[in-house]
């Protein structure tokens, strides 16, 4: 087979063992929708050790798939010229800081401006990688650390990483609600049986997904605390932190984005997070086992400006009010059930 006639071709890395081959690269390769693998399936695009796949094939882990083609109305991802924060590279990897308002892969509507457009234009070699090396994702409006592969190696060494739950994920938020306790939620996601581009809480259909967090500061109306997942399932933290009646500040899908609390609450935190334009959610810290080298690496940035804003109105706001321990209406629960809206607060 001539290289010209090859689409993608990847290594199935053992933590796949005994699952579906299209769901296998549906994870794998999350610019593909699922019905798109299934068509190329069957269409015998897809090759298992230079033999024509079939759908229900169990993997084993360390296959070669090779996909001949692509049905020709997938979205083509061209190079874009974009300023990148690169925090780190070497000949095996980047490390950088993905900036708020940016989506990390297209998708449907959404054929340009994204980091993969940028990566592409960054380092040309990319385009010969599944997913031009991208090996997990990062919501649009949630900020921090990413990590992407320069070559097939260390492509499938990461992923293997990320399915063995061996890499270090830190984020920093800010949620509603007075936290007392330190908690590891450990539900599955899935997704929303009614609104398929949300997840939620599916103890029937979801996969497994566990986050732990840990109270940092905690304020008259929110908390601020440390995340870390043990799995990356989409919108993790988010779903999680809505089920425990904490949601994130200014999530527009799981959280309290116009509909808060308002007794005790000053004018500047008002206007501070009704400023905040998107879930104050932001991946600090970024921990794995270098792919070459085998060395253990770690790296931390700052939290970003806006996130940064909104915890001085915060602490300010902590500051001018003391705490009632007594006060019903610093429960999380409480404040979810008895809100009002802030477009009518004059």
């Known amino acids: 087979m001539n290289k010209k006639d090859i689409y993608k071709k990847l290594i199935i890395p053992t933590t796949f063992?005994?699952?579906?081959?299209?769901?296998?690269?549906?994870?794998?390769?999350?610019?593909?929708?699922?019905?798109?693998?299934?068509?190329?399936?069957?269409?015998?695009?897809?090759?298992?050790?230079?033999?024509?796949?079939?759908?229900?094939?169990?993997?084993?882990?360390?296959?070669?798939?090779?996909?001949?083609?692509?049905?020709?109305?997938?979205?083509?991802?061209?190079?874009?010229?974009?300023?990148?924060?690169?925090?780190?590279?070497?000949?095996?990897?980047?490390?950088?800081?993905?900036?708020?308002?940016?989506?990390?892969?297209?998708?449907?509507?959404?054929?340009?401006?994204?980091?993969?457009?940028?990566?592409?234009?960054?380092?040309?070699?990319?385009?010969?990688?599944?997913?031009?090396?991208?090996?997990?994702?990062?919501d649009k409006d949630t900020t921090g650390l990413m990590v992407v592969a320069k070559n097939e190696e260390s492509q499938n060494n990461l992923v293997n990483q990320l399915q063995s739950k061996s890499v270090y994920r830190e984020y920093r938020a800010i949620v509603w609600g007075q936290l007392w306790k330190n908690k590891v939620i450990n539900k599955p996601i899935g997704r929303h049986p009614r609104q398929r581009t949300k997840m939620a809480i599916n103890k029937i259909n979801g996969k497994e997904a566990t986050t732990q967090f840990e109270i940092l500061e905690r304020f008259n109306f929110h908390t601020y605390i440390r995340c870390l997942l043990q799995t990356g399932r989409t919108h993790q933290i988010r779903v999680h932190m809505m089920d425990n009646n904490s949601p994130i500040v200014g999530d527009p899908d799981y959280g309290l984005k116009k509909i808060i609390p308002t007794k005790k609450i000053n004018l500047n935190l008002l206007n501070a997070i009704k400023d905040f334009e998107r879930q104050a959610l932001h991946a600090i810290s970024l921990g794995l086992i270098h792919p070459k080298t085998g060395q253990s690496m770690k790296w931390s940035i700052d939290l970003p400006e806006d996130m940064k804003h909104l915890l001085t109105v915060i602490r300010d706001d902590l500051e001018g009010n003391l705490l009632d321990d007594n006060d019903p209406f610093l429960n999380p629960v409480y404040q979810l059930n008895q809100p009002i809206d802030i477009d009518e607060i004059k």
Do not use: W
Request: proline share 5%; hydrophobic share 40%.
């Open 17 to 138: 063992f005994g699952s579906r081959l299209d769901h296998v690269l549906t994870e794998l390769l999350p610019e593909l929708s699922r019905s798109k693998i299934q068509n190329m399936i069957k269409q015998n695009l897809v090759m298992i050790n230079s033999k024509t796949a079939v759908q229900k094939y169990k993997v084993l882990g360390d296959e070669e798939i090779i996909i001949k083609d692509i049905i020709c109305d997938e979205i083509t991802v061209r190079p874009e010229n974009m300023p990148l924060d690169i925090i780190y590279e070497d000949d095996d990897l980047l490390v950088l800081n993905k900036p708020k308002a940016l989506v990390v892969h297209p998708g449907s509507g959404n054929s340009s401006g994204t980091l993969l457009n940028g990566l592409l234009y960054y380092e040309k070699k990319l385009e010969r990688l599944p997913r031009g090396g991208i090996v997990h994702r990062l």
